[in-house]
């Protein structure tokens, strides 16, 4: 077999390895880690060339985005399945096998109970694996906030087809956390079982991948001086290298010289580091905190490799100075005044008359980052639509959206939300951020 680059290349054969084996398998990883370009990759034609020359038969990879479906429901969930399935058949099963499924996939669509959805769904996978003649591998990305909530029957469902079935189905998941751990390790889950030999952690990019990731950027002001350094400071993760990159790419006369010391200074590697700490529980972040405070103690050794497992370390420590740098921020942090909301841009902690307020979504951030940008003055639904979601969103936020999050962010700023003293609404015109708490 002629070899064929893959993103990840060593763990993308061995999960193919796997699946033509007749292994379902997990890949878990936090978020812009990378996981969507492996799944995406995986139903490559490249991809299944690699897996027709494993066995003596070929595979219809089916990709999934699980981000896609309308709820988190198990009839969101077979509609999603089924119109990616769909969309990977036109090109890949006779006409009538696709007019059967379409069908099937209509009744999901309009069933007005769980059980009719499911058994639609059961109905369409049963003609697939029948008639289409290839194995099908289903590639399901995104699978967290799906998975938690599916109800048993679902997750009993998908393994009941995959026993029927045996070799022709088989799974693979893309999750931040391993599947055990999203539901609960109490909860007796057979989906899971699946996995519980065939899950492996994302690994940071190795030198050679970063540099195909930093070229395929198209950045033509970004030098070989300055590629090193991206490989360096981003230490293998693709969100913090691709970051880093777009931030020398822009340097100014006046910066060249002191690239480091800009990368460090700027916030969008600022935000990358925010993204992987929001991702992890109150334990791993004060783990974090003591290994950056006395990184040569370091941890216990099931600690140091729960976050080699999360790839937060390489060879024994931190694997980015950015994101070092980010800790040792967060383990002194600023001096916060006693009265007043007090947001720190480079750690993107928030403290609320001196009290450390719990983390907020991506979304929180950026209205409070506003808000707080703008303190005592107004600030519409327009200019928060366009700052938070993009302009691109103005036809699709209405104001029901802006006042949902309005509530999330006054939910964990404010003592009383229902009698707000800093987060405050004009009636008609929109909102306020008070630098001095309003009397009751």
Sequence with gaps: MSKVDLPFSSLAHKLLTDLAADHCVAVTGLSNTGKST????????????????????????????????????????YEIVLRSALERLTDHAPSELASTIRSYYQSVTESESAFSASLSFNLAFTELCEQLGDNICLLLDEFDEIYTSLDERALLNLRALRDRFGSQLVFATATVR?????????????????????????????????????????????????????????????????????????????????????VFSEPQPRAECLKIWSQLTNEE???????????????????????????????????????????????????????GVYLDLDSGDVWVDGIRIPVLTDLEFRLLALLYDRRDKLTDKYHIVTSVWGEEYLGEVDDARVEKLVSRLRSKIESDPANPRYLITRRGRGYKLLSVPRAN
């Design 38 to 77: 492996l799944m995406r990759a995986l139903a490559s034609p490249e991809a299944e060339a690699i897996y027709r020359s494993m066995g003596d038969r070929s595979a219809c990879m089916i990709y999934v985005d699980c981000n896609r479906a309308v709820a988190n429901s198990a009839q969101a969930f």
């Design 285 to 339: 972040q004060n783990s974090l905190i003591t290994l950056t405070l006395n990184p040569q103690a370091g941890l216990p050794k099931r600690q140091m490799e729960h976050f080699g497992w999360l790839s937060l370390l390489r060879q024994g420590s931190l694997f980015s100075p950015i994101f070092a740098d980010f800790l040792n921020r967060k383990a002194h942090g600023p001096e916060v005044k006693t009265q």
């Design 178 to 262: 391993r599947l055990p751990a999203l539901r609960g390790r109490a909860f007796a889950d057979e989906f899971a079982e699946m996995f519980s030999h065939s899950t492996y952690p994302l690994p940071l990019l190795d030198d050679d991948e970063a540099l195909d990731l930093l070229h395929s950027l198209e950045l033509p002001s970004l030098t070989k001086a300055s590629e090193k350094i991206c490989i360096r400071l981003a230490g293998g993760h693709p969100g913090l290298l691709i970051a880093t990159a777009q931030v020398l790419s822009e340097l100014t006369k006046d910066q060249k010289g002191d690239e480091e010391a800009v």
